[in-house]
């Protein structure tokens, strides 16, 4: 081994920590030759996963490693898109999808085993996520919009407005900038962005998320907008299994920011679980996953303290 290799190792060793345990060919050839490259590649160190795309072997396969090896195996002026991005960025409802990728109209597509889009794609539109070229939540919305009903664009929009991925101000300024842009349907962005312009974001958007999630993977669908008498005063409920006594709230801070909701919220969770109810408080933290985990246990949980009885 010449006195180069161990140092050469470790500076790509050091590169792929930040790529999911990728390098590129080129990455390689600036410090090995391309024998060595053959070498490393014969011996299993580097594992072809893409033309021109190496994973050193025992690294962890994962989506964002897909995503971030066929944008290196790409190049430059590439993005993830359409619903592949909207799950990068992590929006909860949208599952893992296949991979999708959007190159500029010029650009000659490839021959990737992944759906290419050749649209406009200016470099205000793409972001980095974990290193990971993307299209910005804005310019995803867009895209979406023309692929997706528009009950799921709405349910996408609100996730990212809750996590501050995205403002309603720099959708509408997307649409208006004077960018070439994909095909997208117009009137329904309009009206989506007027609906939250006017503070209108609508209990109903996390409220419909909750339920979709829950009766999703067969769950008992909750009852909707369950009030609870008190005595002198009535409590309602986003979702209730009432003869369980198990409440589901959507706390969302852009809903109870204020001081008069605050505490009126946290009045309410006391009074019911005075009188013997769960109440499971849901932020946009949670994911669907989290919810459904939770909803389960509190069911479970009845269940077995009703046998008891």
Known sequence: ??????????????????????????????????????????????????????????????????????????????????????????VSCIAASPLEITVPISRRAGDQAVRTHRLPLPPGDVAERWAIPVT???????????????????????????????????????????????????????????????????????????FDAIVSVGLPPPVRHYVVDLGAEVRELDLAYPDWKIGIEYDGWSFHSDATHFHHDRDKSARLQLEGWIVLQVTSGWTAELLVARVAAAIELRRDSFVAR
């Open 1 to 90: 081994m010449c006195p180069s290799m161990p140092s050469a190792l470790a500076f790509l060793h050091e590169l792929a920590c930040r790529q999911f345990g990728l390098v590129t060919r080129q990455q390689v050839l600036e410090v090995l030759s391309p024998s060595q490259l053959c070498r490393r590649v014969s011996d299993g160190v580097l594992i072809p996963v893409h033309r021109g795309v190496y994973r050193f072997a025992g690294t962890q396969r994962s989506y964002r490693q897909r995503a971030m090896a066929i944008c290196l195996a790409v190049g430059d002026r590439v993005a993830i898109s359409h619903m592949a991005a909207a799950y990068l960025w992590q």
């Open 136 to 210: 910005t939540p804005a310019r995803t919305v867009i895209d979406l919009s023309s692929r997706v009903p528009e009950s799921l664009l709405d349910r996408v929009v609100d996730d990212l407005l809750r996590r501050r991925k995205m403002t309603v101000q720099a959708l509408a300024q997307r649409l208006d900038d004077g960018d070439p842009l994909p095909r997208h349907r117009l009137s329904v962005l309009r009206d989506l962005i007027d609906w939250r312009r006017n503070d209108h974001r609508g209990a109903s958007v996390p409220e419909d998320w909750m």
